[in-house]
């Protein structure tokens, strides 16, 4: 959606990305969220929040060893220190939002899957769902980063309707409640969904497909630059940008099938 050229390095070329150091704090913090839920209530307080920090970020290290060049030039650990800092600022203003006290999620990390009627396979996985005692369900995903202005939460949006839409294939019922938790500024975004709301997102993520499957076939994968160019990892091999891509990778539609249908649609998270 945000540009088919970088869909195409990340998808297709595989081409590798330097770590984010907002990307990673973020995985930490979801980490803590998740397991924050596995202390008794009356025990999830923000202090022993703080004390999965370091042990999230160590297990971080632990399954990607890459993201220790993020530090790698920190010899007096002062950039690390403040990092973690942040971290400990994001948690803190998530105990302003909610208190996890009161609320027991039914699900955690929950991924998901569906198929379409047109075929197309969607999955992913949904921070926490919460069900009430008469039935009703509420999506939430936690962002690291501030929200967004009106023009980009239709984006944001668009990631939960998806989550609702695979939901309500699989359980039958529209989730009552999207809930975005942004954590860098302390604000809750919510969102009530219905049927006419998720038949359009199918039909959006239908045509995205078929705008893929077209791309393929045709090898012509469109950059789209823009202010968020700067950020981009593969910024010197663009076009747009004076740059020059390798060469297509031999890939079929269904190889690209079994790997990208159902991803994260927003991408980084926040």
Same mark, same amino acid.
């Given at each position: 959606m945000?540009?088919?050229?970088?869909?195409?390095?990340?998808?297709i070329?595989?081409?590798?990305?330097?770590?984010?150091?907002a990307a990673v704090r973020g995985t930490v913090v979801h980490s803590v969220l998740e397991r924050l839920f596995d202390l008794p209530r009356g025990q999830r307080t923000l202090e022993q929040a703080s004390l999965m920090i370091e042990p999230q970020w160590q297990q971080v290290l632990a399954d990607e060893p890459e993201v220790?060049?993020?530090?790698?030039?920190?010899?007096?650990g002062e950039e690390l220190?403040?990092?973690l800092a942040e971290a400990h600022q994001l948690l803190g203003k998530y105990f302003t939002l909610e208190d996890p006290n009161l609320l027991e999620p039914a699900e955690r990390e929950l991924y998901v899957e569906t198929q379409l009627e047109s075929g197309l396979t969607l999955r992913g996985y949904v921070d926490r769902l919460?069900? %009430?005692?008469? &039935?009703?369900?509420r999506v939430v995903d936690y962002k690291t980063g501030k929200s967004p202005s009106e023009f980009f939460e239709a984006k944001a949006l668009f990631q939960m309707k998806f989550y609702a839409l695979v939901l309500w294939r699989l359980r039958g019922v529209v989730p009552s409640m999207l809930q975005l938790v942004y954590l860098g500024n302390g604000e809750i975004v919510r969102y009530v969904p219905d049927e006419a709301d998720l038949r359009a997102c199918e039909r959006k993520v239908t045509a995205l497909w078929s705008a893929i499957t077209r791309a393929l076939e045709s090898g012509d994968w469109r950059p789209s630059p823009g202010p968020l160019c700067?950020?981009?990892d593969h910024k010197a091999i663009c076009? %747009?940008?004076? &740059?020059?891509?390798?060469?297509l990778p031999d890939r079929s539609v269904e190889e690209v099938a079994q790997e990208s249908a159902g991803v994260d649609l927003v991408g980084v998270d926040g």
């Amino acid at each position: 959606m945000s540009c088919p050229l970088k869909y195409r390095f990340r998808v297709i070329d595989r081409l590798p990305e330097k770590p984010s150091p907002a990307a990673v704090r973020g995985t930490v913090v979801h980490s803590v969220l998740e397991r924050l839920f596995d202390l008794p209530r009356g025990q999830r307080t923000l202090e022993q929040a703080s004390l999965m920090i370091e042990p999230q970020w160590q297990q971080v290290l632990a399954d990607e060893p890459e993201v220790a060049a993020l530090f790698a030039e920190d010899a007096d650990g002062e950039e690390l220190a403040k990092w973690l800092a942040e971290a400990h600022q994001l948690l803190g203003k998530y105990f302003t939002l909610e208190d996890p006290n009161l609320l027991e999620p039914a699900e955690r990390e929950l991924y998901v899957e569906t198929q379409l009627e047109s075929g197309l396979t969607l999955r992913g996985y949904v921070d926490r769902l919460d069900v %009430a005692p008469t &039935g009703e369900i509420r999506v939430v995903d936690y962002k690291t980063g501030k929200s967004p202005s009106e023009f980009f939460e239709a984006k944001a949006l668009f990631q939960m309707k998806f989550y609702a839409l695979v939901l309500w294939r699989l359980r039958g019922v529209v989730p009552s409640m999207l809930q975005l938790v942004y954590l860098g500024n302390g604000e809750i975004v919510r969102y009530v969904p219905d049927e006419a709301d998720l038949r359009a997102c199918e039909r959006k993520v239908t045509a995205l497909w078929s705008a893929i499957t077209r791309a393929l076939e045709s090898g012509d994968w469109r950059p789209s630059p823009g202010p968020l160019c700067d950020w981009c990892d593969h910024k010197a091999i663009c076009p %747009a940008w004076g &740059g020059t891509p390798p060469p297509l990778p031999d890939r079929s539609v269904e190889e690209v099938a079994q790997e990208s249908a159902g991803v994260d649609l927003v991408g980084v998270d926040g």
